[in-house]
């Protein structure tokens, strides 16, 4: 019986002994044990891989000249030429204006609409009149960029638009609001707004739900009116979503939707429809000077990082919310 | 208890609960309107929609607009082509996401953190537009129907999505199945993918609305009209007006109606290409904030 227990004894000592004899070893056991999870990952990694990080090394021909023929590692080395070119160029200011306006535009007047929304839903005490606006409200999001377009153009054209007929039936005069290169903006702004306002509330109306509601039966004890519930309370309450989802928007602020300005634009609202991506779009794709367009590219995801760095450093001094 | 509640409602409150509801509803007609009236429009008399009788209900009935988008070969091949690459695509898609979700949320995974790097990186920092271009092009992908399928396989985002949501599983049954004697694959579709049914509609719907609207990459990486997608022929219809041939006639009443009949057939093929988002819409309706959610807990 004791012998028995000693043979069980060292053999474990021995399997011990086999299981430490260095990292390698078991780092390959614990590789092997996996190896169905390995495969599993693979067709991610391999995809990655080609789409994700081979373009990340492709931005090196911001600082070439590529010619295909060449390939991406033979073409010659140029420094920072396309750069100075870019900035040197006559359309530099009215694209970086432009680009800017734009986003700062959309996110400023388009950041308070999905919390007033969602505040409104959750003062809602009707659940039927509730879920039917969040339906209808929400439904917007999920056209297409080119039907909302499309819809713009026909409601807003100057001779059979349904707008301009309102307009001519409450006394004004009819106006092509889609060739016009002051009403641009407005008109992204406002579209994008009826777009995305159900959509973006989702993320609010959930923090809203998240309250603890003894905070609401301790200031209705203490006499608040609903107002100033909703001023003291739910605001607050809701605030650290909003920074955050604010600094994640103004990390995107040089990324502005390139499809929807690229569809709505027309050679008579170019001056200031013309955005940095329609600029690399044209010049890149449709005229093949990928070395420029890649260092444009390139120098616009630089301010859209710096830009999120500062707002969230900012942030972080202010409120003590940041995403990094 | 909610009754007397109600009895002591102040006027105060009355007015508050009235002002709420007032700009709810506003709201709510706000977003329905635009869509009520493009169906509106689509099965009213051409003429009168252009001179503007047309408001609220249809005028002048008449299905000529449906009948012409149906007779269109173009938008035929569009829609064809679009649900292909919808179904196709969403199922690539979703397999692919599940497949790596799974993996990365296992604890005991050996090299866990650099898997999560190396996928949580493409979210940050891109090649962007034009290097991307190049390698697709590199690999002789451009203007092959495969690019559309391809290209947008995996999303990193919804990786991380799906991988939060699997470890939220109560990993007791995962080690049960182990025990019995399970492969790390057998785990995954016995006990993982069961368990999933909401992500996985999530995971559905985010990639289904991509491929079924995507206008960009289609616009970008195929100029074959055969493969093109519904939103390319789309824009060409309805921002381009590239569909009414008027040199085969030479009437001027004629080419007016024809001019008119366009107009109308516009809001018909809206309607028609946004009948599968709709059909799909009540069924997915009650897992976007599921899908919001776990999207913002991300961490």
């Known amino acids: 019986m004791t012998k028995f227990l000693e043979s069980n004894k060292s053999a474990i000592k021995r399997e011990n002994a086999v299981r430490d004899k260095g990292g390698k070893r078991s780092a390959f056991s614990r590789l092997r044990r996996c190896w169905q999870l390995y495969l599993l990952l693979l067709p991610t990694v391999v995809y990655l891989f080609i789409f994700n990080y081979l373009p990340m090394a492709g931005i090196q021909i911001a600082f070439r000249d590529y010619k295909f023929s060449r390939g991406i590692w033979d073409s010659a080395w140029v420094g920072l030429k396309h750069f100075r070119t870019f900035f040197e160029s006559v359309q530099f200011e009215s694209l970086m204006l432009n680009t800017v306006k734009i986003s700062v535009y959309a996110l400023l007047f388009g950041f308070p609409f999905p919390i007033i929304l969602a505040l409104l839903l959750n003062e809602c005490r009707s659940m039927k009149l509730k879920k039917t606006v969040q339906t209808l409200t929400y439904a917007p999001y999920f056209i297409s960029t080119v039907v909302m377009v499309s819809m713009l153009s026909m409601f807003l054209s100057p001779s059979t638009g349904i707008v301009n007929k309102a307009i001519s039936l409450l006394g004004g005069t009819p106006y092509d609001f889609m060739g016009s290169a002051k009403a641009f903006r407005s008109i992204y702004v406002i579209s994008g707004i009826w777009q995305g306002t159900g959509w973006s509330s989702i993320i609010f109306i959930a923090a809203l739900a998240g309250i603890d509601p003894q905070l609401h039966e301790a200031a209705e004890i203490d006499g608040a009116n609903r107002l100033q519930r909703i001023w003291h309370i739910n605001l607050p309450g809701i605030l650290p979503t909003a920074v955050i989802v604010f600094i994640m928007n103004c990390g995107s602020i040089m990324s502005v939707g390139f499809e929807k300005v690229y569809l709505m634009q027309n050679s008579m609202n170019q001056s200031t429809s013309e955005i940095i991506a329609t600029y690399v779009y044209k010049m890149g794709i449709q005229k093949a000077q990928y070395s420029y367009t890649t260092a444009i590219g390139l120098f616009n995801s630089l301010i859209n990082l710096v830009l999120l760095l500062i707002v969230n450093h900012i942030s972080k001094k202010v409120s003590e919310i940041s995403v990094f | ?299």
């Open chain 2, 1 to 299: 208890m909610v009754r007397s509640r109600k009895r002591k409602e102040s006027l105060d409150n009355r007015i508050f609960n009235g002002i709420v509801t007032f700009l709810l509803v506003l709201c709510g007609l706000a977003a329905l309107y635009p869509l009520l009236f493009v169906v509106v429009a689509s099965i009213s008399d051409p003429v009168r929609v252009n001179s503007g009788e047309v408001w609220l209900f249809p005028v002048g009935f008449q299905l000529d607009g449906y009948l012409q988008v149906f007779g269109n070969k173009w938008i035929f091949i569009g829609y064809r082509n679009s649900l292909i690459y919808t179904v196709l695509g969403t199922f690539l898609n979703v397999l692919v996401t599940l497949m790596a979700g799974y993996p990365l949320s296992r604890k005991d995974l050996y090299g866990r953190k650099l898997f999560n790097w190396y996928i949580a990186i493409p979210m940050w920092f891109g090649g962007g537009l034009i290097p991307t271009y190049v390698v697709v092009n590199h690999l002789h992908l451009v203007n092959t129907p495969l690019v559309l399928l391809i290209l947008g396989l995996v999303s990193s985002f919804n990786i991380i999505i799906c991988r939060t949501f699997i470890a939220s599983l109560p990993y007791e049954l995962q080690e049960s199945a182990k025990i019995d004697g399970c492969s790390d694959f057998g785990i995954l579709w016995k006990i993982v993918v069961p368990l999933s049914k909401p992500i996985i509609a999530v995971l559905c719907l985010y990639y289904a609305v991509g491929h079924w609207n995507d206008y960009f990459s289609a616009m970008i990486y195929v100029s074959d009209k055969n493969f093109q997608t519904l939103q390319v022929f789309l824009r060409e219809i309805l921002l381009l007006n590239q569909n009414i041939d008027l040199e085969t006639i030479e009437d001027p009443a004629v080419v007016a109606l024809k001019l008119q009949m366009a107009q109308v057939m516009k809001y018909s093929l809206i309607v028609v290409a946004s009948i599968p988002l709709l059909i799909a819409y009540p069924f997915v309706q009650k897992f976007f904030v599921k899908g919001v959610m776990i999207g913002s807990v991300k961490g």
